[in-house]
């Protein structure tokens, strides 16, 4: 036992004699690399953060883009087609679309449109110099579009669009007050005649009213008494106007 310390004690003794430096070599070693890490991995984190952010605000600018550059054109005289008022538009930027507004009853159109221009700069022209000028002597509205309506008001239009009672005895009622409504509408006419459904169109996408609505009747007699008796007559402050659709 004791030559096999004493031969085990020597081998140690001479391999740290042969080689003194291997121990403090590999030490240094370590720690060069651990102090090398930790300043490449900021470098990377920081990278990846504005990797991150370029991404993020591609992805929010473009949504708003659309809605920049799309207006709403009211006011505008029922003879008015999309090709006459593209050139009235397109004087003051280049138009992408144009398109008036009809209804799906009566085949008339709306008095207002959406133009689509091709960059926001175009729209802010066009609403600096159309917006309250004259077309086919009418005072015209231009303005970005509206804001979308919430779910539950869209939910609520739509079920009183489908609740709507279309008849070949129809008659348009123009110039409504903006507070009036469908229920309103209805109570307003059912002592001519017998309704069977009313209705105030809205602008596309929003609860505004459009200021014109429709009212069905069973029988002609119904439509033509109307006709007589409120034709001109005041509804909610303002003389309204009445004729067959």
């Known amino acids: 036992m004791a030559t096999f310390s004493s031969s085990s004690s020597s081998l140690i003794s001479l391999n740290f004699l042969q080689n003194p430096t291997n121990p403090l070599k590999t030490h240094l070693s370590n720690l060069q690399f651990h102090t090398l ?134 008659v348009y009622v123009g110039n409504l007050a903006k507070t009036v409504t469908s229920d309103t509408l209805k109570t307003f006419f059912s002592d001519k005649g017998k309704v069977l459904s009313a209705k105030v169109s809205r602008v596309p996408g929003t609860s505004k009213s459009s200021g014109y609505g429709f009212v069905t009747f069973s029988s002609e007699e119904d439509v033509e008494a109307a006709i007589s008796s409120l034709n001109n007559g005041v509804l909610e402050g303002q003389k309204i106007r009445v004729n067959k659709a």
């Not at 005289?77 to 009853?105: C, F, S, W």
């Open 37 to 170: 890490t930790p300043k490449l991995a900021p470098l990377k984190f920081v990278k990846r953060l504005n990797a991150v952010a370029e991404d993020t605000s591609v992805i929010t600018s473009d949504p708003s883009s659309v809605g920049a550059r799309k207006l709403y054109v009211g006011n505008i005289p029922r003879t008015v087609t999309n090709d006459e008022l593209q050139k009235i538009v397109e004087e003051h930027g280049a138009v992408e679309k144009a398109e008036v507004m009809y209804d799906k009853y009566s085949g008339r159109s709306r008095r207002f449109a959406f133009v689509t221009m091709k960059t926001t700069e175009d729209a802010n022209a066009v609403i600096e110099k159309l917006n309250g000028t004259e077309v086919g002597g009418r005072e015209i509205k231009v303005n970005i579009t509206e804001k979308p309506l919430a779910t539950l008001e869209t939910s609520l239009l739509q079920t009183e669009d489908s609740q709507f009672v279309d008849s070949p005895y129809k």
